[in-house]
């Protein structure tokens, strides 16, 4: 029989007591009490706060031990970016017995771990250090603590506060706190290991729920930066090329980099963990080498009042300027994480009251509520295994633009079955949501293992589908399927004012890469438009052509009957006709695929070049075309440039006397009659043919004589060296 008691605030149970062993007289330490046992000790709290649940169960033998332990790390002050990338090591004896995996970019990291030490002697103290993980470089150091096993009964709990760093112990680095069970090795341990077990169970879902509410944002902070004023120049030309850079917790924001008249809009998620403090930095670009800090300035959220814009002049801390700022802060609703039994959309009642909100006769109110989409995350299948035991650990991460939810982890998994609901905001109709599955590493970033981009407009309300997973550039599918159920409520007259006011651009962005597959790419997508531009103008000039007799005559009459009777109302009306004729009429509006053919080497070799010497063909043309222009301007040419000046005064001319719709009548009757006046005229463009007589700037260089050096003149050297 042991002892167990569980220990509350104030408060002290003692459920068994051991059967026929001497007890010694209690001994209160701290509000902690303990039994002296003949051969052993035995010790069980339970420790409980509003942030987190301890759980310690010690017994204490003099023979071999199991260590179990829970870590929740939080309020680390560590990196001078203001983010880590932290991971905890434990040794026992100068060895690393386990290494926890990496949380990144995260000051408050819940772990949610086990193992299972094997300990020999309780002398030796467990040593727990934490590390910042930096890929490709040393890790740096961030704090460390010691758990002596052999004093546990004298803790009430076991929490390892203020970790600290041995070469500046004054510092403070944050706290660790971690539960500790000690079994006997030799003992029949099952009903307690259960019971440890069950409470364990109890924590991870206590932790798991504040995982879950630390994504959640409580407010939407509205953003718009204005200018900059009077801020100090670090060029040497007296100017500057300044940005500015926004963060707010764990998010960050970067401006274009322009004179300081940015004049940008964007929007940030306000947590409660992050204080409501908006930090703000001023940089200088310089290419080639670091940025210049120009200043910084910090604007605490509290102070604002909600639903109200505010203009501010904030002044920077270490030199002389301000920076300008609209800000409004606006309660954010409809974004949550549930279970698949509690799903907002499945519940009339609330289902009717969203609907409400988004209806016709709320059309006209806060315009940047478009609407609400639901996502039922089911379960993914015959996902690709990225463990060298052939399993993965997929979790999935669901973006909106820059909203941001993510589920929880099923390890050891390829089929893993989520179902939980989440729940966004949608400020644009026409934003796309991405649903990518990731699996968790400990050492280093999740591995990709698939992704599909669906947008909004496309989804079907209340239909559970299986979308197949794609690759990172979402060109061609991967291994495994994900079943997800998607319903989208939103207001059409919402979304359509919305449609014609600047679009949300992502924060993070990956940096642009040369790439000759990509540019290849981008040469065909041009090339296509190019190619369909040229196949409508060779479908016009066969009616002029008259390769289809009946063809011309219907396009001579349409022409003659349009002009004459032309008005301004007839430009819409004939793209509203184009617009009918493909909805009914065209085909197909699935995109082909775009180089789906597989190429050889030499294939992909004289790819690249022939992209790269009609782009350079392309860039000569345009270019020379535009110095044509400009040196006709500029009398590069006097000839060419007073016959442009009598062509320009007969046009004049012609245009003041003569209405314009007789001019086109003329211009066409000409066009299509000239086939036929002349079968064997070589069609051309005059303007162009003009353009070509004259020279671009290459050429005036080319044509530019020489000077000629006196000093080195054939009749001087010859007078200079007489024979």
Not at 334 to 354: F, M, N
Not at 511 to 523: A, C, G, T, Y
Request: hydrophobic fraction near 40%; proline fraction near 4%.
């Amino acid at each position: 029989m042991n002892a167990s008691i569980f220990l509350f605030p104030h408060r002290v149970w003692l459920l068994r007591a051991p059967q026929g062993s001497l007890l010694s007289e209690p001994s209160p330490a701290r509000g902690c009490t303990s039994w002296r046992l003949n051969s052993r000790e035995a010790t069980t709290w339970l420790y409980e706060t509003e942030e987190v649940r301890l759980h310690l169960v010690c017994l204490l033998f003099f023979f071999s031990v199991f260590l179990l332990f829970w870590v929740f790390m939080r309020q680390l002050h560590l990196s001078s970016s203001g983010s880590s990338d932290p991971y905890v090591k434990f040794k026992l004896g100068g060895k690393e017995v386990f290494r926890s995996k990496t949380i990144h970019k995260n000051l408050n990291p819940v772990w949610e771990e086990k193992t299972t030490l094997i300990v020999d002697t309780l002398s030796e103290p467990l040593y727990v250090k934490v590390f910042d993980y930096d890929f490709g470089l040393h890790d740096d150091f961030m704090g460390s603590a010691y758990l002596y096993l052999e004093s546990l009964e004298q803790q009430r709990y076991v929490t390892l506060k203020n970790i600290h760093d041995p070469q500046h112990p004054d510092q403070d680095l944050g706290s660790l706190e971690l539960a500790v069970t000690l079994t006997p090795k030799d003992s029949p341990i099952e009903e307690r290991r259960d019971s440890t077990v069950r409470v364990l169970q109890q924590q991870s879902v206590r932790l798991s729920e504040l995982h879950r509410k630390s994504q959640l944002w409580r407010g939407i902070v509205s953003i718009a930066l204005i200018e900059g004023r009077n801020l100090i120049p670090m060029d040497p030309n007296g100017l500057s090329d300044p940005y500015v850079k926004f963060r707010l917790g764990h998010q960050k924001y970067r401006s274009k980099t322009l004179s300081p008249q940015w004049r940008e809009q964007f929007d940030l998620h306000l947590y409660e963990e992050t204080g409501g403090v908006l930090e703000i930095t001023v940089w200088d670009r310089d290419t080639g080498r670091r940025d210049d800090f120009i200043g910084r300035c910090q604007l605490d959220l509290s102070t604002l009042a909600k639903e109200h814009t505010h203009h501010l002049d904030l002044p920077l801390e270490e030199s002389r300027g301000h920076v300008v700022l609209l800000v409004t802060l606006t309660a954010s609703s409809h974004v949550s994480i549930a279970d698949l039994s509690v799903t907002p959309l499945d519940d009339p009642q609330e289902r009717r009251e969203i609907l409400k909100r988004y209806g016709v006769l709320k059309s006209f109110s806060n315009l940047k509520d478009v609407g609400i989409v639901q996502v039922k995350v089911m379960r993914a299948e015959g996902l690709m295994a990225a463990d060298v035991t052939g399993k993965s650990d997929p979790f999935c991460v669901l973006e909106l633009n820059n909203d941001r939810l993510q589920t929880h982890t099923v390890y050891k998994n390829l089929n893993p079955e989520w179902n939980k609901v989440f729940t966004f905001n949608v400020k644009d109709i026409h934003s796309v949501l991405e649903v990518t599955v990731f699996d968790e590493d400990r050492d280093r970033s999740a591995d990709f293992l698939g992704k599909v981009a669906i947008p909004l407009l496309h989804i079907r309300n209340g239909e559970q589908k299986a979308y197949t997973l794609k690759n990172k550039e979402l060109t061609g599918p991967t291994k495994g399927y994900i079943y997800l159920e998607i319903d989208v409520i939103y207001n059409t007259v919402k979304a359509a004012l919305r449609t014609v006011v600047p679009a949300e651009q992502k924060y993070i962005e990956e940096e642009p890469k040369v790439s000759k597959q990509l540019l290849q790419q981008n040469f065909n997508r041009v090339k296509r438009c190019i190619m369909v531009l040229i196949s409508y103008g060779t479908y016009i000039n066969s009616c002029f052509e008259w390769e289809s007799a009946q063809r011309s005559i219907i396009s001579f009459v349409l022409f003659v009957v349009v002009v004459w009777n032309f008005e301004l109302y007839m430009l819409p009306l004939g793209l509203l006709l184009l617009l009918v004729w493909n909805y009914f009429f065209c085909s197909s509006r699935e995109t082909a695929d775009m180089d789906s053919e597989h190429k050889g080497f030499m294939d992909k070799l004289y790819a690249i070049q022939d992209v790269f010497i009609s782009v350079q063909s392309a860039l000569d043309e345009v270019a020379s075309y535009g110095e044509r222009i400009k040196n006709t301007v500029n009398w590069t040419v006097p000839f060419l440039s007073w016959l442009s000046i009598t062509a320009l005064c007969l046009a004049t001319f012609l245009l003041y006397l003569v209405p314009l719709r007789y001019l086109v009548l003329v211009w066409g009757v000409n066009k299509f009659t000239k086939k036929l006046r002349d079968p064997y005229m070589i069609d051309n463009n005059e303007l162009l043919d003009f353009l070509s007589r004259v020279p671009s700037d290459v050429q005036v260089m080319q044509y530019r004589e020489l000077k000629v050096d006196p000093g080195q003149s054939p009749n001087k050297r010859k007078r200079t060296n007489p024979s």
